[in-house]
């Protein structure tokens, strides 16, 4: 017999490349940022590899290697202006993601973002975008420590109200998972962000999917959830 799926009521999930497709927009950002401060281009995957420790990290490994940390602080602040004003130009919701939020949602499922983009930008999106869906998002700040710390995640399941033994994270990449750990959570992972599957298979999660559909077999049904 088929081994039944363990359902959750709760997902707490990373944002980019998992919610949105927001490659090319921080791309565009981080060359801004290096033709501002007269430094080479760097191409699409190399920006999509940087992904998922924070935009600092980003922009260290983006800047040519011996770069001063003058240039490199400047080149983040160029990247940081640019991006403000630039997030929404090419970011879109990953086909069919909307209608499984909206099915969370109608079954009452606990939701929020937890990412490493800076909390402005992360707060912003999450309004633009799912507005009406997920209402908690939480960044990178000054107060709150950038995954794979696990405390914006716990921070966010306490707002919620929500239990670890049914809560989840899903996200597309390593840091992801490595969060996921850290905070005693189970951890779904993504294959159409930033990381391929072949890069994640290595990774201790309970499930890669391929499909935001497939999200729907974690989550208690409707009945079940009724009933508690």
């Known amino acids: 017999m088929k081994k039944m799926n363990k359902k959750y009521k709760t997902m707490i999930f990373d944002l980019d490349g998992t919610l949105l497709d927001t490659l090319d927009d921080l791309w565009h950002a981080v060359n801004h940022g290096m033709q501002e401060n ?7 995957k190399t920006c999509a ?12 490994r983006s800047v040519p290697e011996g770069t001063d940390e003058e240039t490199t602080m400047q080149t983040l602040a160029s ?29 009452g499922i606990g939701m929020a973002i937890v990412s490493n983009k800076f909390d402005r930008a992360v707060k912003e999106l999450c309004a633009h975008y799912f507005e009406g869906l997920i209402e908690l998002a939480v ?35 390593e840091v992801d998972a490595q969060t996921a750990k850290n905070a005693g959570l189970d951890c779904i992972l993504c294959d159409w962000g ?15 999917i391929s499909r ?12 079940e959830k009724a009933c508690n």
């Not at 990247?79 to 079954?107: K, P, S």
């Not at 930033?194 to 890669?208: H, N, P």
């Open 38 to 44: 007269g430094l080479p281009s760097i191409e699409r």
């Open 49 to 60: 590899d940087n992904l998922g420790h924070g935009i600092e990290y980003l922009i260290r």
């Open 79 to 107: 990247f940081r202006d640019y991006y403000a004003a630039h997030d929404e130009e090419e970011t879109r919701i990953f086909d069919g993601m909307t209608e499984v939020l909206q099915e969370m949602r109608r079954r």
């Open 139 to 173: 960044g990178e700040s000054e107060t709150v420590k950038k995954k794979p710390a696990p405390d914006a995640v716990l921070k966010s399941m306490h707002l919620l109200g929500a239990e670890k033994a049914e809560t989840v994270y899903v996200g597309d990449s």
């Open 194 to 208: 930033m990381r391929s599957r072949d890069r994640l298979v290595g990774e201790k999660a309970i499930a890669i």
């Open 212 to 223: 935001p559909s497939q999200l729907l077999d974690y989550v208690v049904p409707e009945e």
